[in-house]
């Protein structure tokens, strides 16, 4: 199956900026989408950007001018560059992939990291 690590969490003050990473592997050959979602105390966990392997980005309103997503697929690693941070932007970040390709053709299931925890003060 697909393995996923993420590191780039830490505590910043708002205004500061923090890049997450996430690196997938396996055998792998492609990987269609790569996203991060982020889950805050007593919430529910939420769509924050999404790439495609040909780069096309989505974000979730909240995070627009403030967050860019971005993907090497040579290395099978996506990034989040969170920049003006917020204290609402406080919460454990999951990376996740879908739509892995194996190299040998067959499809891997979904996959969901072990979650980075983001700490912005105020």
């Known amino acids: 199956q697909v393995q996923v690590v993420e590191s780039g969490g830490g505590l910043v003050q708002a205004g500061g900026s923090l890049r997450l990473s996430c690196a997938a592997s396996?055998?792998?050959?492609?990987?269609?989408?790569m996203g991060w979602y982020r889950q805050a105390p007593g919430k529910q966990r939420e769509l924050v950007a999404s790439?495609?392997?040909?780069?096309?980005?989505t974000y979730a309103d909240s995070v627009k001018g403030r967050f860019t997503i971005s993907r090497d697929n040579a290395k099978n690693t996506v990034y989040l560059e969170m920049n003006n941070l917020k204290p609402e932007d406080t919460a454990v970040y999951y990376c996740h992939t879908d739509g892995v390709v194996a190299g040998n053709g067959d499809r891997y299931l979904e996959a969901w990291g072990q979650g980075t925890l983001v700490t912005v003060s105020s």
């Open positions: 396996g055998s792998i050959f492609s990987i269609n989408v």
């Open positions: 790439i495609t392997s040909l780069a096309h980005a």
